[in-house]
């Protein structure tokens, strides 16, 4: 894809835990809108477990840039961005299961706040489907 081509670059920073970044993936691909031109971008930070052959598995759908010495979150994220060719980036964490409408909803907003710096969204615990800061008021 060139540049002007892709709509959102997804953004993932990994350090080992193979299974969650299989699985946040494996999420990911059946939730994309057909109407968005959608990039993946991997960070692998080091990983020596599994990581690296999984990420070279997906390497038909997903761009891995890796470095020989671990980093930070922040120094990661912006090595991905600099590497994105999308109008948004969205910055994802590998352990979150992702379901229909997640993108489509953040990119709608952004269309209409097109001044906003940032668009969130909510995290929900699978089992209770309740939002994390409903479980935080309770401890």
């Not at 060719?85 to 209409?112: Q, S, Y």
Request: aromatic share 6%; proline share 4%; hydrophobic share 40%.
């Amino acid at each position: 894809m060139a540049a002007d081509d892709v709509d959102v670059s997804i953004l993932i920073c990994v350090h080992n835990q193979a299974r969650l970044t299989r699985e946040c993936i494996e999420s990911l691909w059946p939730t994309l809108p057909e109407h968005l031109r959608v990039e993946v971008l991997v960070y692998d930070d080091h990983s020596t477990d599994e990581t690296a052959s999984l990420l070279e598995r997906l390497a038909d759908r997903v761009r891995t840039v890796r470095d020989a010495e671990r980093g930070w979150f922040g120094r990661n994220m912006n090595r991905l961005a600099a590497e994105a060719r999308g109008r948004w980036i969205c910055l994802l964490n590998n352990d979150v299961l992702l379901h229909p409408r997640w993108l489509e909803a953040m990119v709608e907003l952004a269309g209409k706040h097109p001044a906003a710096g940032v668009i969130g969204n909510f995290h929900r615990f699978p089992q209770t489907g309740r939002r994390s800061e409903e479980h935080t008021s309770e401890l």
